[in-house]
């Protein structure tokens, strides 16, 4: 594990609970910024590194390369941080399905080429018209329909709703690229279409 900020205490947990082998390695500016506790920091396969102190910025690609062949990688933080993680570790060939992300916010999504497209409601038949400045979401809801939501960023899944047909432009960042091209799934927050109609198991 790659951390940054703050990962989830739970998936920490696990692993210590469940005597599964890791290590964590959580990167700050200076030490004021360290909030994992001594409970945590006390153990050996924990490791801090305060920039401040050591002068220089946590050498993400050394660890990736060190760790073992059939690794699984979890890494939260800031984008920028997150974006160079999993682009190391792609150099490194390491396969998207065992890189696992937790963004705080979304980056700015580009908008400036959306357009019209409708969606098709698979239960029923009905179409929804979705404008060139409107979100399916908003769309959808518009027309009666329920979907849960949270961040409404692309950036926690909860939207995340089955594509039966059509071919979605993913602009979340909590589809990995592997599950974006399998063109089953889309996040209707933010998500457009690329072809003219899209078909939702709603």
């Known amino acids: 594990m790659i951390q940054k900020a703050s990962l989830t205490s739970i998936l920490f947990n696990v692993c210590l609970a469940g005597n599964r082998p890791f290590s964590l390695y959580y990167a700050n500016a200076n030490g004021s910024d360290n909030l994992l506790s001594e ?3 006390s153990l050996a396969n924990v490791h801090v590194h305060d920039k401040a102190t050591q002068g220089v910025r946590l050498d993400i690609d050394a660890l990736i390369k060190a760790a073992p062949a059939d690794s699984d990688i979890f890494v939260c ?3 920028g941080f997150i974006n160079d993680v999993l682009k190391l570790s792609a150099q490194q060939g390491i396969d998207s399905e065992r890189l696992h992300r937790e963004f705080f916010t979304a980056e700015p999504i580009d908008h400036s080429n959306d357009g019209s497209f409708e969606v098709e409601i698979a239960s029923t038949g009905q179409i929804v018209s979705v404008g ?3 979100s399916m979401l908003e769309a959808l809801e518009d027309n009666g329909f329920f979907v849960p939501v949270s ?3 692309g950036v926690c899944g909860t939207c995340i ?3 039966l ?3 979605a432009d993913h602009k979340d960042v909590f589809l990995n690229d592997k599950e974006k ?3 089953d799934r889309v996040a209707v927050c933010c998500s457009r279409a690329k072809t003219p109609r899209l078909i939702l198991d709603l």
């Open 77 to 79: 933080g800031p984008n």
């Open 132 to 134: 060139k400045d409107e």
């Open 151 to 153: 961040c409404e960023e």
């Open 181 to 183: 091209a399998q063109m």
């Open 165 to 167: 047909g059509g071919e």
């Open 39 to 41: 409970q945590y920091t």
């Open 161 to 163: 709703t089955p594509l």
